[in-house]
């Protein structure tokens, strides 16, 4: 059902309260998502962003209640992803000619994805589309915030902004606004958002905010792709991407391992024991990757200064959960943080030196190029090794 933002614009989209994995099986959305499609109806009736392939008829058919299909005089693309372009194949079917409005490299990736050749209308920054009655769309194009064909749309008049997925987080509520739902969620949804998926485009961001911000708009509404409507205070997301965006960090140290025979779980806890006596104010966190959502985990080492990173040796390298977790790391292009290893071995060893390549390989400053090894399990005198070697991290 059609729900009111401000005057004449409308959210149109669909609250995802099943979705438990997103991006494939890459991303976990505990708390569901929304795919947030919205109608302008001035002078001119615009749709922007449509919503995931598999509720394209039920997004239709919800349309279609409110207006005639054919009133839409345009079709606003933010952002090619299947999330919010899945029902275009469907209601190009019933709108064949209507223009779309879109960057050159959404032309690519819709056609890449749909293989039809819509009407489609390429947009740069600053171009504007008029809406009648005093009102008009200027769009900024957003190149990898974060696909090279991101956008995001904004509405003289009723200045609102809609950012797409820049802003957003995958949160299901009915509450649409986010001055409704529960803060302590939305914000960790958000930098846990920020975290898995912006991170790696953070040096962008800052310029791309720097250069929203000198056009002076004023902006009442950020209106995102997934989940609240920022009305409250709307620039308080901007000021938090402003943080996270400049290598952020807090006063924590995480601890990331898998373990076999328990070995690396008891040289973790003790390292996260000496951690805590030569420091009392910084936060130790300890997850073992087996039993933690890798996702969650991802966050904890956005807000983390220093990881610190475990594995048994197994087949002259690491555990595969580890192994996958530090492919994560690397992709994500963290900066500012430090890193430590350590782990268990029988035979060989080599599992310690693995992780320390791939943790320096990663962008992070290694604190010992050593490590922490251990044969076999661990005694008595190398638990109270491990406690020292948490005191080094905690010093360094
Ligand atoms: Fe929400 Fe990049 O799609």
């Known amino acids: 059902m059609k729900k009111q ?3 004449n614009v409308s959210w149109v989209g669909k609250v995802d309260w099943e979705l438990l994995r ?17 109608l302008i109806e ?3 009736t615009v749709l922007i962003d449509t919503v995931w392939m598999p509720f394209a008829e039920e997004f239709i058919a919800n349309l279609q209640k409110e207006i005639d299909l054919n009133k839409i005089d345009y079709i606003v693309v933010n952002h090619g992803e299947v999330d919010h372009s899945g029902s275009l194949p469907a209601l190009m079917k019933l709108i064949p000619d209507k223009p779309i409005y879109c960057t050159a490299n959404a032309v690519k990736s819709l056609k890449g994805q749909y293989h039809q050749d819509w009407n489609f209308h390429v947009i740069k920054t600053g171009d504007k589309l008029d809406l009648g009655n005093g009102k008009e769309l200027i769009f900024v194009e957003m190149s990898m915030l974060h696909w090279p064909d991101s956008m995001a749309s904004y ?7 809609f950012s797409n997925d820049a802003f957003g ?13 529960d803060q302590c969620e939305l914000f960790y949804e958000c930098i846990k958002y920020y975290a898995n998926i912006i991170t790696p485009f953070s040096a962008i961001l800052r310029k791309k905010l720097a250069e929203v911000l000198s056009l002076n708009l004023q902006i009442d509404i950020i209106a995102t792709s997934h989940g609240v409507i920022w009305r409250d205070d709307p620039m308080q997301i901007v000021e938090k991407y402003a943080k996270w965006a400049d290598d952020y960090q807090e006063n924590q140290i995480s601890i990331i391992y898998d373990t076999m025979w328990n070995g690396t779980k008891e040289l973790a806890e003790r390292i996260a024991e000496g951690i805590g006596l030569a420091d009392k104010d910084v936060t130790v966190k300890v997850f073992n990757l087996a039993k933690n959502d890798d996702n969650d985990v991802i966050t904890e080492v956005f807000k983390s200064k220093t990881v610190v990173v475990g594995s048994p040796t197994v087949g002259n390298s690491v555990l595969h959960s580890v192994a996958g977790f530090m492919h994560m790391m690397k992709g994500l292009r963290f900066k500012n943080k430090k890193a ?10 080599e599992g310690t030196k693995f992780i320390l390549d791939s943790m320096k390989s990663a962008g992070f400053e290694l604190i010992d190029e050593e490590g922490l090894r251990n044969q076999w399990n661990p005694s008595e005198s190398v638990k109270e090794e491990a406690v020292r070697f948490g005191m080094k991290i905690a010093k360094a």
């Open 5 to 7: 933002i401000k005057n």
């Open 22 to 38: 997103f991006h494939g099986d890459d991303y976990s959305t505990h708390k569901g998502s929304t795919y947030n499609s919205y």
């Open 42 to 44: 001035e002078e001119k």
């Open 155 to 161: 509405l003289t008049g009723d200045n609102i902004l």
């Open 169 to 181: 987080q995958h949160y299901a509520t009915e509450k649409l606004f986010n001055d409704l739902v």
């Open 340 to 349: 430590a290893a350590f782990g268990c071995y029988g035979w060989s060893g």
